[in-house]
């Protein structure tokens, strides 16, 4: 058990170090940009959205850890989901701290750097998972998150445009010559 901890505690270091690095690498090569803020306002479906983020990505996750992790006492479920709120705790910390005190167009890359990070989190959480029947529900959870955040990662990438302002043409249905 503590070897199991050591490596997800010093993997989920050397990727927020490597990723903090970058980012920060990548903001003072950037630092003569224009400041940098969300495009207003947001389309109607990202409400939507963001609450079955909140939901699937936060509520489930964190009440799964909860029952299986702390009350029923799976400590791998714990590490694993523990892990997760870690890195998805910093990513939005990193977030907020780019775009509100920084004003970096960094911060879009962000979710580029985390969100395939979270995934591979949550494939090594199967995987390291004793494959117990009382845990085939916190399987089914890693999974159902897995498709969660690569098509969240599918909607970053397709806002890209929008985030980078862009220009399109006015008539959206102009062929290219």
């Not at 006492?73 to 775009?99: D, P």
């Not at 920084?102 to 995987?127: D, E, K």
Request: aromatic share 18%; net charge positive.
């Amino acid at each position: 058990m503590i070897s199991f901890n050591l490596y997800l505690f010093l993997e989920n270091l050397l990727f927020f170090v490597g990723a903090t690095s970058f980012l920060a690498f990548v903001g003072w090569v950037w630092r003569d940009s224009k400041p940098f803020s969300i495009p207003e306002p947001l389309p109607p479906w990202f409400k939507v959205w963001f609450l079955i983020v909140l939901v699937l990505g936060l509520a489930l996750p964190l009440l799964t850890m909860i029952l299986w992790g702390v009350w029923w006492n799976y400590h791998q479920v714990l590490i694993v989901l523990a892990s997760y709120f870690l890195m998805l705790g910093l990513q939005i910390l990193s977030e907020k701290l780019t775009v509100k005190k920084f004003h970096s167009c960094v911060w879009v890359m962000i979710p580029c750097l985390y969100l395939p990070y979270r995934i591979w989190q949550l494939y090594q959480g199967l995987t390291l998972l004793n494959p117990q029947p009382e845990l085939i529900w916190v399987r089914n959870l890693l999974i159902l998150e897995i498709i969660l955040w690569i098509f969240n990662y599918g909607v970053h990438l397709s806002q890209l445009p929008k985030l980078l302002r862009w220009e399109t043409p006015t008539n959206s249905h102009n062929s290219i010559s």
